[in-house]
């Protein structure tokens, strides 16, 4: 079984930046991806950026050139470097880990953008 703990949400004014965390523990091996999705009450849950594991990125176009996804594999962990945000980026943010044995969800964490 695969762990994931999300950190780093909260509140910032527009144009601020935050930093989540995604630490993965477990059974981890045969590791495709991980990917930061983001989920609105009035939106479906969308991907935001991915990672895989030769180290490709992409991202939604609605925040390419303002997050910047990262890993750090020594520690099993994926980052979400978020620049520039605007209040429409305000949702829950949700950590993903795509393997050989299976898709595993962090517990989601708030952002919110607003002055």
């Known amino acids: 079984q695969v762990q994931l703990v999300e950190s780093g949400g909260g509140l910032v004014q527009p144009g601020g930046s935050l930093r989540l965390s995604c630490a993965a523990s477990?059974?981890?091996?045969?590791?495709?991806?991980m990917n930061w999705y983001r989920q609105t009450p009035e939106k479906q849950r969308e991907l935001v950026a991915i990672?895989?594991?030769?180290?490709?990125?992409n991202y939604a176009a609605s925040v390419k050139g303002r997050f910047t996804i990262s890993r750090d594999n020594a520690k099993n962990t994926v980052y979400l470097q978020m620049n520039s945000l605007k209040p429409e980026d305000t949702a829950v943010y949700y950590c993903n880990l795509r393997g050989v044995s299976g898709s595993y969800w962090g517990q989601g964490n708030q952002v919110t953008v607003s002055s």
């Open positions: 477990g059974s981890i091996f045969g590791i495709i991806a």
């Open positions: 990672i895989t594991n030769d180290g490709s990125t």
